[in-house]
């Protein structure tokens, strides 16, 4: 089977975490490639929900060996802190969870930093995670970052905090904030560093031996394309590639190796944070997506912005990922609606675009045409395709259309079993019966 990278084809929150676990049991290795403790990926199992914010989101079922790459940022507390509860709630961790040595920490500094630099944008602020994320990339950039790899030697690890600190302090110092102390970072990640070790390994080495033994990957992007750094709404962006060509510089698993990509998407748009949003919904109708969707952030809680389904947004992250092939999420919050919307276009200075504009400050003065889709009555919990309403059928060909891509994968409620694979868009990709075997459990 082949090796295929699962992401999000909006900003984020796409219900990755549900396709990710009912995928994994076609899989030997499930692998997150970029981000961090900023991600909130939900798996519902027979009515408990599972937040993962680091650890792969296949680490619900024994005997996947979950990997955290290079391209992802660890903060070693909230990795240890998912581990515990990952345990407490029953789930086995023994030797199936490894992070890279090449994977850069998140340190204390990190979350400060970013505060004081989106408490001084003012109104221009991103509405970043204030996970730290963004400023560990930044050191990453810098050359001065700390990875898992120096926490096997105290001593580099105490030398290249005392670097880190001296510069984070002149800078502090001339904030006036109060400064740093690295002997007690020290201390502490030296702490981690104590429960880390059983974790680090080489996970280039480790990853071209398990596909040389025949297993094969699921890459798990966190975020969503529109989150990407390069391809994204920047500057309203993550610090990570959240696009495909990230799960093979986030792990060190050449293209080569990369079979497909599948893109999640949600049958409406939401989005965390600042950024521009075409098809927002303000009000009465924002709410109530809002609501019926469930729609606050996993990792923050904030009240997620709603709107209507952008294909040019979508059609510019399939374009990005190659993705050529859909995971429809997320369609039944739609439910009931006399009418539901979908953006075809951008009205911008007397023009129709009729793709994604890569500036942000275009986004913001573009005004969305829309095609109008009757509504469907009911797809909440339908496991069979042919028995789905004509109306939402011509919804989904309709985006088919607009995005150029086809949909694979219809997820009907937050259960695995209630799920639509279509077995011809997914065959050669993969092993169709362990999934449909996992559906059941
Ligand atoms: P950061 O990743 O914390 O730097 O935040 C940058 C932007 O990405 C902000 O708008 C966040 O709200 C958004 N973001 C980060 N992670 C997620 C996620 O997992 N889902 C949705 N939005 C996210």
Redesign the pocket.
């Known amino acids: 089977m082949a090796n295929i990278v699962v992401l ?1 084809l909006q ?3 796409e219900g990755k975490g549900k396709i990710v676990d009912l995928l994994t049991p076609s899989f030997g290795v499930v692998a997150r490639y970029q ?2 403790h ?4 939900t798996v519902c199992l027979n009515g408990r929900k599972v937040v993962l914010h680091l650890i792969p989101s296949g680490i619900l079922h024994a005997g996947t060996l979950c990997v955290i790459g290079n391209g992802v940022v660890l903060q070693p507390r909230a990795f240890l802190d998912e581990v515990a509860e990952l345990r407490a709630s029953g789930t086995k961790i023994d030797g199936n969870l490894v992070i890279s040595r090449t994977t850069h920490l998140i340190m204390p500094y990190h979350s400060l930093l ?1 505060r004081i630099n989106e408490e001084m944008k003012g109104a221009r602020k ?9 400023p560990a990339y930044q050191d990453k950039a810098a050359r001065c970052g700390i990875r898992a790899g120096d926490l096997l030697d105290l001593g580099i690890l105490r030398e290249k905090i005392g670097e880190n600190v001296e510069e984070k302090n002149s800078l502090l110092g001339n904030l006036g904030e109060p400064l740093l102390d690295a002997e007690k970072i020290f201390e502490e990640y030296a702490g981690y560093a104590g429960s880390l070790k059983e974790y680090i390994t080489d996970v280039p080495l480790l990853l071209d031996r398990k596909l040389k033994e025949g297993m094969s990957i699921l890459f798990e992007g ?3 394309a529109l ?1 990407d750094l390069d391809h994204g709404t920047y500057p ?5 590639n959240s696009t495909a060509g990230g799960a093979s510089t986030g792990l060190g698993v050449g293209p080569t190796r990369i079979g497909a990509v599948l893109g999640v998407t949600k049958a409406y748009t ?6 521009p949003f075409p098809t927002e919904l303000f009000e009465e109708e924002g709410r109530r997506l809002l609501q019926r969707g469930n729609e606050y ?4 809680g ?1 009240p ?1 912005r709603c709107g209507w389904f952008d294909a040019l947004t979508v059609a510019h992250a399939c374009r990005v990922n190659g993705a050529e092939r859909m995971i429809l999420t997320k369609p039944d919050v739609l439910d009931g609606l006399d009418e539901i919307l979908v953006c075809d276009g951008y009205l911008y200075k007397g023009e129709t675009l009729r793709h994604f504009p890569s500036e942000s400050w275009v986004l913001e003065q573009v005004k969305p045409s829309y095609r109008a889709v009757r509504g469907w009555g009911e797809v909440r919990g339908m496991r069979d395709w042919d028995r789905l309403p004509q109306a939402f059928r011509d919804y989904v060909r309709l985006i088919e259309d607009l995005v150029e891509a086809r949909v694979a994968v219809v997820s009907t409620g937050m259960e695995r079993r209630e799920t639509i694979l279509l077995d011809q868009e997914l065959e050669g990709l993969l092993d169709v019966g362990a999934v449909r075997a996992g559906m059941q459990s």
Do not use: F, K, M, P
């Open positions: 999000g900003w984020g929150d981000g961090g900023n991600a909130g990926h970013e991103i509405g970043t995670t204030c996970r730290g994320i963004g966190a975020q969503g989150l309203y962006v993550t610090s990570s939401t989005r965390v944070g600042g950024g952030g996993a990792t923050t904030r997620r």
